[in-house]
């Protein structure tokens, strides 16, 4: 009896403990897979109010080989409506970190991938706003999705393999405008990676990407690296530019935009992992110095 307190306990103070693992192999790399458990408040009730746990899912890739004493982490979020089973492209691409013996996370927020409730930002069990002009709603679903990634940061934080001092957040879409949001108010973050970052189109809720790389612009610490297309159908060059200078203070910050690229630049590897694998090397630098 005491011994299954005993695990319990553990597992609740160090729930890395309980993650499964399995060896994986990516371009030579070896690396293990987690899925690690995250529980964070959710309300189930429809017509009144039944706040209770909910469980979400963050998988965390570390390599083998180690090369730091504990590895940096780059956590990335996914952008909207990442309904199904399918497992999305986007940590693959950063996979390639792990030759650099970074550990990669990937959290799937409320709703998504079938975590129990339905596949939106949305604020409790509900559906989002079907109107650019409910700003009440859109913010109850960004402080919901915010709250899943710091609740994964969180338990991310405790595992002994991980240096959560260097910190880097990344995402697609929303996922970029979480890491823009989150980022200004991360103290550990040492950068954002923005692909494509906005929480809606700049016709609909404008204000909300401005006030978040407005707020970025005046706490952020960390440089923001930021890769856009020129044919992006959310977000006109106008609109990219305009935020960009937002961030201009912030030394190392830099706005790159692909020429005839979409909404999904992420896809470009061959053109941006380049110009991220050298913001790494300036990182690591200054690392060494401390």
Known sequence: M??????????TLFPHLGATQEVKEIRGVKYTEEVHPVQVP????????????????????????????KAPLIMISHGSQLGGTAFPASPIRF??????????????????NRQGTRA???????????SCSDHAGW?????????DVTAALATLKKDPAIDSFKLILAGQSRGAYLSVFLGAKTPETNMVVNFVG?????????????????????????????????????????????????????????????PGGDHFVIAKTDWWWPIFERKLDELEAGWKKQ
């Open 42 to 69: 959710y309300d189930f009730g429809f017509f009144s109010t039944d706040i209770r746990p909910l469980t979400i899912s963050t998988i965390v890739w570390k390599p083998v080989e180690k090369k730091f004493e």
């Open 139 to 147: 913010q109850r679903g960004i402080s919901s999705a915010s709250e």
């Open 198 to 258: 906005g929480w809606y189109s700049e016709g609909c809720l404008d204000h909300f990407n401005l006030e978040a790389f407005k707020n970025y612009g005046e706490l952020g610490k960390a440089p923001v690296l930021s890769f856009y297309g020129d044919r992006d159908n959310f977000y006109s060059v106008n609109h990219i530019r305009r935020n960009a200078e937002l961030l201009e203070k912030i030394p190392g910050s830099e706005l790159h935009i692909l």
């Open 95 to 112: 996979l390639n970190a792990l030759n650099r013996g970074y550990v990669v996370a990937y959290t799937f927020r409320k709703g998504f």
């Open 120 to 130: 939106s930002d949305a604020s409790a069990n509900k559906a989002e706003p079907v």
């Open 2 to 11: 005491f011994s299954r307190i005993l695990v319990v306990l553990l597992l």
